[in-house]
């Protein structure tokens, strides 16, 4: 490295699988680097012979468990003129994975920081969702627990663009139910499995359909879920009878009544009082 030269970080975009989809900079910026911070530096072995690249810089990890010890030492590099790389298993730094913490430090010390863009899933599952990808809202994985997960898909129940999710796939199949529980079960999704790879699957259907399937198949690897924004809803209100039937079917689906209350007066626009009321005959 030129110490006499500004350092700078590149954000490397990484094929989601299939190694086809590698860009010239990527080689070029892996084959150049001084320094190149991986989400998994054996996955980086492998992309690099995959791609016939050899790497002149120094590989260090750079994970969630070690970026905030790690990254002080890169913005050190940065100090002495080094072009630092980050690369993640798949897809863009930054978004659900290691990076943000890298981005920020350097900005803040006053080095550049620019990209080799490249896939995302994100983009990639919503284009191929079948869904309205105008305007969308990217949510990250949701909490881990059941009673949180619920509590945060309640919360974007009304949301009117189309949301998108990572998920773990042995948390895939109560995601989805908790998922036709508080949006209701015709609310339309996608889960996208293994994007760009061997076995690459997209299916789609009603919330109901999809955790329905997740029981049965027990789907395995990276999983993206697209789902529908909130529909547009008349401004009249429902019927007594039909609000009390749609607290007890999310009841039935394993929603608390707090909850299915709470979720039913989030999608019709109703406070929640009112539903309440009508629930315990008031």
């Given at each position: 490295m030129d110490a006499t030269e500004k350092g700078r970080v590149v954000l490397l975009g990484a094929p989601l699988g299939n190694i086809g989809d590698a860009s010239v900079r990527l080689r070029e910026v892996l084959s150049t680097a001084d320094v190149i911070a991986a989400e998994d530096t054996r996955r980086l072995a492998r992309l690099t012979r995959d791609l016939g690249v050899t790497v002149t810089g120094r590989v260090v990890s750079y994970f969630e468990g070690n970026d905030e010890r790690r990254t002080p030492e890169l913005v050190e590099a940065l100090a002495g003129g080094a072009v630092v790389a980050v690369v993640t298993d798949g897809g863009m730094p930054s978004v659900s994975d290691p990076g943000y913490r890298l981005v920020r430090?350097?900005?803040?010390?006053?080095?550049?920081?620019?990209?080799?863009?490249?896939?995302?899933?994100?983009?990639?599952?919503?284009?191929?969702?079948?869904?309205?990808?105008?305007?969308?809202?990217?949510?990250?994985?949701?909490?881990?627990?059941?009673?949180?997960?619920?509590?945060?898909?309640?919360?974007?129940?009304?949301?009117?663009?189309?949301?998108?999710?990572?998920?773990?796939?042995?948390?895939?199949?109560?995601?989805?139910?908790?998922?036709?529980?508080?949006?209701?079960?015709?609310?339309?999704?996608?889960?996208?499995?293994?994007?760009?790879?061997?076995?690459?699957?997209?299916?789609?259907?009603?919330?109901?359909?999809?955790?329905?399937?997740?029981?049965?198949?027990?789907?395995?690897?990276?999983?993206?879920?697209?789902?529908?924004?909130?529909?547009?809803?008349?401004?009249?209100?429902?019927?007594d009878d039909d609000l009390r039937a749609a607290v007890a079917e999310r009841e039935a689906a394993g929603l608390s009544r707090r909850d299915a209350i709470q979720a039913v007066a989030d999608e019709y626009g109703i406070r929640k009082r009112e539903v309440y009321a009508l629930v315990h005959g008031q």
């Open positions: 430090a350097a900005l803040d010390a006053g080095y550049p920081v620019t990209a080799a863009p490249g896939p995302s899933a994100v983009t990639t599952a919503l284009a191929l969702s079948g869904l309205p990808s105008d305007r969308f809202v990217f949510e990250g994985f949701l909490p881990r627990t059941g009673s949180n997960r619920r509590t945060r898909l309640r919360e974007l129940a009304t949301e009117p663009r189309t949301l998108v999710f990572f998920e773990a796939p042995h948390r895939i199949a109560g995601m989805l139910a908790d998922l036709a529980a508080t949006f209701g079960d015709e609310r339309a999704a996608a889960v996208c499995r293994e994007l760009t790879k061997t076995y690459e699957e997209i299916r789609r259907g009603t919330a109901a359909e999809l955790a329905d399937w997740a029981v049965r198949e027990e789907p395995r690897g990276e999983i993206t879920v697209v789902v529908a924004g909130a529909p547009q809803r008349a401004a009249e209100r429902p019927p």
